[in-house]
Nanobody
Framework: QAQLVESGGGLVQPGGSLRLSCAASGSTLDAYSIGWFRQAPGKEREGVSCISSHDGMIYYGDSVKGRFTISRDNAKNTVYLQMNSLKPEDTAVYYC????????????????WGQGTQVTVSS
């Protein structure tokens, strides 16, 4: 059973960058497909990016394509989300989540979730 902990959030000015980390314990992360999701106040949860454990396929939401990059370091049991050219509309709580099935991550219903990390983009 995967236990996930996000870190790396904070306050950044528009145009700045942050790198979020999702560290796993209790299980090896390479057995899981990982998704990053975000939820802003008053808005529905949104899928940001995901990476498959099976074939390495990567997906990005339209709003972050070209700005965000997901990667995984299996040796460190960690998945990263590099966020560049940040905009105020990227402000949200960011969650990582894991599931052994790609379909569950893509559908937004993975089994395991972290507690979230706040990202605020503001001048």
């Amino acid at each position: 059973q995967a236990q996930l902990v996000e870190s790396g959030g904070g306050l950044v000015q528009p145009g700045g960058s942050l790198r979020l980390s999702c560290a796993a314990s209790g299980s090896t992360l390479d057995a899981y497909s990982i998704g990053w999701f975000r939820q802003a106040p008053g808005k529905e949860r949104e899928g940001v990016s995901c990476i498959s454990s099976h074939d390495g396929m990567i997906y990005y939401g339209d709003s972050v394509k070209g700005r965000f990059t997901i990667s995984r370091d299996n040796a460190k049991n960690t998945v990263y989300l590099q966020m560049n050219s940040l905009k105020p509309e990227d402000t949200a709580v960011y969650y990582c989540a894991a599931d052994t099935q790609d379909e569950s991550v893509v559908a937004g219903v993975p089994d395991y979730w972290g507690q979230g990390t706040q990202v605020t983009v503001s001048s």
